[in-house]
Protein backbone atom coordinates (compact mmCIF):
# COMPACT_ATOMS: atom_id res chain seq x y z
CA UNK A 1 0.00 0.00 0.00
CA UNK A 2 1.44 3.40 -0.71
CA UNK A 3 1.89 5.33 2.48
CA UNK A 4 3.47 8.62 3.72
CA UNK A 5 4.53 9.32 7.01
CA UNK A 6 6.11 12.38 8.32
CA UNK A 7 8.41 12.61 11.46
CA UNK A 8 8.81 14.02 14.23
CA UNK A 9 4.90 14.81 14.57
CA UNK A 10 6.01 17.98 16.89
CA UNK A 11 9.54 19.95 17.01
CA UNK A 12 9.81 22.58 18.85
CA UNK A 13 13.51 24.71 18.65
CA UNK A 14 14.94 27.92 19.54
CA UNK A 15 14.93 30.67 17.32
CA UNK A 16 18.61 29.96 15.07
CA UNK A 17 18.83 26.53 15.84
CA UNK A 18 18.69 24.52 12.23
CA UNK A 19 16.96 21.48 12.28
CA UNK A 20 15.38 19.21 9.57
CA UNK A 21 11.83 17.56 9.26
CA UNK A 22 11.47 13.94 7.51
CA UNK A 23 8.76 12.63 4.89
CA UNK A 24 9.42 9.02 4.02
CA UNK A 25 7.12 6.51 1.72
CA UNK A 26 6.58 3.77 0.31
CA UNK A 27 5.52 3.51 -3.38
CA UNK A 28 5.07 1.68 -6.56
CA UNK A 29 6.27 4.73 -8.23
CA UNK A 30 7.34 8.27 -7.69
CA UNK A 31 6.18 10.94 -10.01
CA UNK A 32 6.61 13.71 -7.79
CA UNK A 33 6.97 14.90 -3.85
CA UNK A 34 5.42 18.51 -2.91
CA UNK A 35 5.75 20.13 0.47
CA UNK A 36 3.25 22.32 1.85
CA UNK A 37 3.29 25.17 4.98
CA UNK A 38 -0.27 25.36 6.63
CA UNK A 39 -0.57 28.02 10.01
CA UNK A 40 -3.45 27.18 12.66
CA UNK A 41 -6.87 27.58 10.72
CA UNK A 42 -5.51 28.32 7.26
CA UNK A 43 -5.62 25.97 4.00
CA UNK A 44 -2.07 25.04 3.24
CA UNK A 45 0.29 26.79 0.96
CA UNK A 46 2.33 25.62 -1.41
CA UNK A 47 5.93 25.54 -1.37
CA UNK A 48 8.57 23.17 -3.21
CA UNK A 49 7.75 20.23 -5.72
CA UNK A 50 10.77 17.67 -6.16
CA UNK A 51 10.51 15.25 -8.59
CA UNK A 52 14.18 12.94 -8.97
CA UNK A 53 16.35 11.85 -6.70
CA UNK A 54 19.09 13.83 -5.88
CA UNK A 55 16.87 16.74 -6.41
CA UNK A 56 16.72 20.38 -4.25
CA UNK A 57 14.88 23.21 -3.78
CA UNK A 58 15.59 26.37 -1.73
CA UNK A 59 13.70 29.30 -0.49
CA UNK A 60 14.62 31.71 1.95
CA UNK A 61 15.30 29.55 5.36
CA UNK A 62 14.02 26.17 3.89
CA UNK A 63 15.54 23.69 1.70
CA UNK A 64 13.81 20.81 0.14
CA UNK A 65 15.68 17.07 -0.58
CA UNK A 66 15.20 14.19 -2.17
CA UNK A 67 16.43 10.22 -1.90
CA UNK A 68 14.78 7.18 -3.32
CA UNK A 69 13.01 6.55 -0.30
CA UNK A 70 12.41 10.03 1.61
CA UNK A 71 12.66 13.55 1.65
CA UNK A 72 14.31 16.40 4.04
CA UNK A 73 12.85 19.61 4.46
CA UNK A 74 15.42 21.82 6.44
CA UNK A 75 15.15 24.93 8.34
CA UNK A 76 18.55 26.62 8.82
CA UNK A 77 18.42 29.46 11.62
CA UNK A 78 14.24 29.42 11.95
CA UNK A 79 12.62 32.02 13.21
CA UNK A 80 9.03 32.07 15.01
CA UNK A 81 7.51 33.32 11.93
CA UNK A 82 8.83 30.11 10.35
CA UNK A 83 6.54 28.27 12.97
CA UNK A 84 3.70 26.48 11.33
CA UNK A 85 2.60 22.31 10.52
CA UNK A 86 4.63 21.35 7.42
CA UNK A 87 2.91 19.05 5.21
CA UNK A 88 4.41 16.33 2.37
CA UNK A 89 2.11 15.16 -0.38
CA UNK A 90 3.50 12.62 -3.37
CA UNK A 91 1.60 11.93 -6.56
CA UNK A 92 2.41 8.44 -7.57
CA UNK A 93 2.37 6.46 -11.09
CA UNK A 94 -0.15 4.13 -11.64
CA UNK A 95 -3.50 4.19 -10.19
CA UNK A 96 -5.12 7.63 -9.59
CA UNK A 97 -2.45 9.64 -10.62
CA UNK A 98 -4.55 12.81 -10.54
CA UNK A 99 -4.51 13.32 -6.95
CA UNK A 100 -1.51 13.48 -4.22
CA UNK A 101 -1.53 11.19 -0.52
CA UNK A 102 -0.75 13.68 1.91
CA UNK A 103 1.21 12.85 5.42
CA UNK A 104 0.38 13.96 8.55
CA UNK A 105 2.53 16.55 9.04
CA UNK A 106 4.75 17.64 11.35
CA UNK A 107 3.84 20.86 13.88
CA UNK A 108 6.76 23.10 14.26
CA UNK A 109 6.99 25.91 16.97
CA UNK A 110 9.95 28.36 17.01
CA UNK A 111 10.40 29.88 20.54
CA UNK A 112 12.34 33.35 20.65
CA UNK B 1 -6.63 39.29 -7.45
CA UNK B 2 -7.13 35.86 -8.00
CA UNK B 3 -7.24 33.09 -5.63
CA UNK B 4 -10.15 30.67 -4.15
CA UNK B 5 -12.52 31.21 -1.78
CA UNK B 6 -14.60 29.18 0.51
CA UNK B 7 -17.84 30.53 2.34
CA UNK B 8 -18.92 30.92 5.38
CA UNK B 9 -15.77 30.38 7.44
CA UNK B 10 -17.89 28.18 10.30
CA UNK B 11 -20.85 26.09 9.63
CA UNK B 12 -23.27 24.93 12.20
CA UNK B 13 -25.87 22.17 11.36
CA UNK B 14 -28.15 19.79 13.08
CA UNK B 15 -28.06 16.11 12.44
CA UNK B 16 -30.20 14.73 9.84
CA UNK B 17 -30.01 18.61 7.52
CA UNK B 18 -27.37 18.47 4.70
CA UNK B 19 -25.52 21.32 4.04
CA UNK B 20 -24.11 22.74 0.97
CA UNK B 21 -20.15 24.21 1.13
CA UNK B 22 -19.46 27.37 -0.98
CA UNK B 23 -16.13 26.71 -3.20
CA UNK B 24 -15.34 29.54 -6.18
CA UNK B 25 -12.27 30.09 -7.84
CA UNK B 26 -10.74 32.69 -10.50
CA UNK B 27 -7.28 30.91 -11.43
CA UNK B 28 -8.87 29.60 -14.23
CA UNK B 29 -7.56 26.31 -13.06
CA UNK B 30 -9.10 23.18 -14.78
CA UNK B 31 -9.17 20.68 -11.33
CA UNK B 32 -10.56 21.43 -8.30
CA UNK B 33 -10.52 19.37 -5.21
CA UNK B 34 -12.02 18.83 -2.08
CA UNK B 35 -10.51 17.56 1.40
CA UNK B 36 -11.31 17.16 4.67
CA UNK B 37 -8.63 17.70 7.51
CA UNK B 38 -9.55 16.09 11.23
CA UNK B 39 -7.00 16.12 13.75
CA UNK B 40 -4.03 13.74 13.52
CA UNK B 41 -4.77 12.73 10.20
CA UNK B 42 -3.81 13.83 6.70
CA UNK B 43 -5.92 15.76 4.17
CA UNK B 44 -8.20 13.17 2.99
CA UNK B 45 -9.56 13.72 -0.80
CA UNK B 46 -13.35 13.47 -1.03
CA UNK B 47 -14.18 14.44 -4.64
CA UNK B 48 -12.25 15.92 -7.38
CA UNK B 49 -12.66 17.13 -10.88
CA UNK B 50 -10.41 17.29 -14.16
CA UNK B 51 -13.00 19.11 -16.47
CA UNK B 52 -16.55 20.85 -16.09
CA UNK B 53 -19.18 18.45 -15.70
CA UNK B 54 -17.34 15.79 -15.14
CA UNK B 55 -15.69 14.17 -11.35
CA UNK B 56 -14.41 11.27 -9.22
CA UNK B 57 -14.85 9.84 -6.09
CA UNK B 58 -11.84 10.32 -3.78
CA UNK B 59 -10.73 8.22 -0.89
CA UNK B 60 -13.31 9.25 1.19
CA UNK B 61 -16.76 10.09 -1.21
CA UNK B 62 -19.61 8.44 0.74
CA UNK B 63 -21.98 10.49 2.70
CA UNK B 64 -21.00 13.63 0.43
CA UNK B 65 -22.09 15.04 -3.63
CA UNK B 66 -20.60 17.38 -5.61
CA UNK B 67 -21.35 19.51 -8.74
CA UNK B 68 -19.01 21.24 -11.24
CA UNK B 69 -21.68 23.14 -13.67
CA UNK B 70 -19.22 25.80 -13.96
CA UNK B 71 -15.21 25.94 -13.95
CA UNK B 72 -15.34 28.36 -11.48
CA UNK B 73 -17.51 26.15 -8.69
CA UNK B 74 -16.97 23.23 -6.91
CA UNK B 75 -19.73 23.33 -4.09
CA UNK B 76 -19.85 20.04 -2.11
CA UNK B 77 -22.80 18.64 -0.08
CA UNK B 78 -22.37 17.21 3.29
CA UNK B 79 -25.90 14.83 3.36
CA UNK B 80 -26.90 13.42 6.21
CA UNK B 81 -25.87 9.82 5.46
CA UNK B 82 -22.10 10.84 6.09
CA UNK B 83 -21.77 9.44 9.80
CA UNK B 84 -19.28 11.97 11.00
CA UNK B 85 -19.68 15.47 9.14
CA UNK B 86 -18.01 17.41 12.21
CA UNK B 87 -14.55 18.65 10.31
CA UNK B 88 -12.28 21.18 8.94
CA UNK B 89 -13.07 21.15 4.75
CA UNK B 90 -10.56 22.76 2.58
CA UNK B 91 -11.40 23.34 -1.20
CA UNK B 92 -8.27 23.75 -3.76
CA UNK B 93 -7.81 23.85 -7.14
CA UNK B 94 -4.55 23.33 -9.60
CA UNK B 95 -3.20 23.49 -13.39
CA UNK B 96 -0.50 20.71 -11.76
CA UNK B 97 -1.93 17.96 -9.59
CA UNK B 98 1.13 18.46 -7.29
CA UNK B 99 0.81 22.23 -7.03
CA UNK B 100 -2.77 22.99 -5.75
CA UNK B 101 -4.17 26.40 -4.10
CA UNK B 102 -5.99 25.99 -1.11
CA UNK B 103 -8.97 28.08 -0.31
CA UNK B 104 -9.06 29.54 4.00
CA UNK B 105 -11.36 26.45 4.90
CA UNK B 106 -14.96 25.85 6.22
CA UNK B 107 -15.14 24.64 9.44
CA UNK B 108 -17.98 22.56 10.01
CA UNK B 109 -20.20 21.20 13.41
CA UNK B 110 -22.90 18.93 13.37
CA UNK B 111 -24.61 18.64 16.41
Known amino acids: EDQVTQSPEALRLQEGESSSLNCSYTVSGLRGLFWYRQDPGKGPEFLFTLYSAGEEKEKERLKATLTKKESFLHITAPKPEDSATYLC?????????????FGTGTLLAVQP | DGGITQSPKYLFRKEGQNVTLSCEQN?????MYWYRQDPGQGLRLIYYSQIVNDFQKGDIAEGYSVSREKKESFPLTVTSAQKNPTAFYLC??????????FGPGTRLTVT
Open chain 2, 27 to 31: LNHDA
Open chain 2, 92 to 101: ASSIRVGEQY
Open chain 1, 89 to 101: AVQFYGGATNKLI
